[in-house]
């Protein structure tokens, strides 16, 4: 899919750049299969190549498409190698993506039989909030419902320790299509918010598999790799996405919930170590779900 290479066999000669790494995982960031981190990238160094360094890959056509790493192998069912780049689905091939300081590149093999487009994750968290897209560090606006609640604070102090600038603003207010944004508030507060109704409308068109039910959004859906509901929370039960209309400009992070106290939970869980390799999260009684949710195994 996205790991299909439109061509091109450089990027020309450069300085290189810095303290970039790859993580490779399976079905959704739940197995991991590797992650390096490189100090001292070389100049002109593009994702492909980054990959090859560091994992043995397998390409179809004419290597074009990267079907297997480390033999873990995409096949015909609906099943194959996606990456993203700071946690955002990459918008072209590997082989002309260049790889800038910082830079965390995530490749996962995964089902795509729901969709075929997760167009953000919050599993490379702080990213893309520090280092931003293809090498440009963006402004972040953190757009609270209720600028003096817990969940706000919580909010800010996570990214305040994450090292990321960011402006308040009171909900509905607007980011601009050159900024990063992370909304809070429960589901009922973020009704007219653009990535709000992209959830609601399913993984399909926002890649989240998640959606709130209920009156004002009481009841928060965990839903498979198929789309299928599998669990219901309830009260004090919160979520943790993001998504994007890519014409509409960067992707928008929300942090929200069944009521104010899920939202808080959600607020809370906005760690690297809590969102580490998962595309969305979920939480609910001190407990943290990823998502989709996986068969047992």
């Known amino acids: 899919m996205l790991a299909a290479?439109?061509?091109?066999?450089?990027?020309?000669?450069?300085?290189?750049?810095?303290?970039a790494g790859v993580t490779v995982t399976r079905d959704f960031g739940s197995v991991p299969i590797g992650s390096y981190l490189q100090k001292r990238v070389p100049g002109a160094e593009t994702v492909m190549q980054m990959?090859?360094?560091?994992?043995?890959?397998?390409?179809?056509?004419?290597?074009?498409?990267v079907q297997s790493i480390d033999r873990?192998?995409?096949?015909?069912?609906h099943r194959d190698w996606f990456y993203f780049v700071n946690g955002i689905l990459a918008p072209k091939g590997a082989a002309v993506?260049?790889?800038?300081?910082?830079?965390?590149?995530?490749?996962?093999?995964?089902?795509?039989?729901?969709?075929?487009?997760v167009p953000a994750v919050v599993g490379s968290f702080p990213e893309p909030f520090r280092h931003g897209v293809g090498g440009k560090?963006?402004?972040?606006?953190?757009?609270?419902?209720?600028?003096?609640?817990?969940?706000?604070?919580?909010?800010?102090?996570?990214l305040r320790r994450a090292g990321v600038p960011f402006a308040?603003?009171?909900?509905?207010g607007g980011s601009g299509s050159d900024s990063l944004a992370v909304v809070v508030g429960t589901w009922a507060q973020l009704q007219g918010v653009i990535a709000a109704e992209l959830v609601a409308a399913?993984?399909?068109?926002?890649?989240?598999?998640?959606?709130?039910a209920g009156?004002?959004?009481?009841?928060?859906?965990?839903?498979?790799?198929?789309?299928?509901?599998?669990?219901?929370l309830h009260a004090a039960a919160g979520l943790i996405a993001a998504t994007q209309q890519p014409s509409l400009g960067q992707p928008t992070w929300l942090v929200t919930g069944t009521d104010a106290a899920g939202v808080s939970a959600a607020a809370a869980a906005l760690t690297p170590a809590r969102l580490r390799d998962h595309f969305a999260l979920a939480v609910a009684g001190g407990q943290d779900m990823p998502l989709p949710v996986l068969p047992s195994r």
């Open 97 to 117: 993506t260049a790889v800038h300081a910082g830079d965390r590149i995530w490749w996962d093999l995964h089902d795509w039989s729901a969709t075929d487009s």
């Open 215 to 232: 009156s004002g959004g009481s009841a928060l859906e965990l839903l498979d790799p198929t789309g299928r509901i599998v669990r219901t």
């Open 137 to 158: 560090r963006l402004p972040t606006v953190l757009a609270c419902a209720n600028p003096a609640g817990r969940a706000c604070d919580l909010a800010g102090a996570a």
């Open 5 to 19: 290479v439109v061509g091109g066999c450089g990027l020309g000669a450069g300085p290189g750049t810095t303290n």
């Open 51 to 65: 990959l090859e360094r560091h994992f043995a890959i397998s390409t179809q056509y004419g290597g074009g498409f």
């Open 202 to 212: 399913g993984p399909r068109a926002s890649g989240v598999f998640a959606r709130f």
């Open 168 to 172: 308040d603003q009171l909900l509905g």
């Open 72 to 77: 873990q192998v995409g096949g015909p069912a």
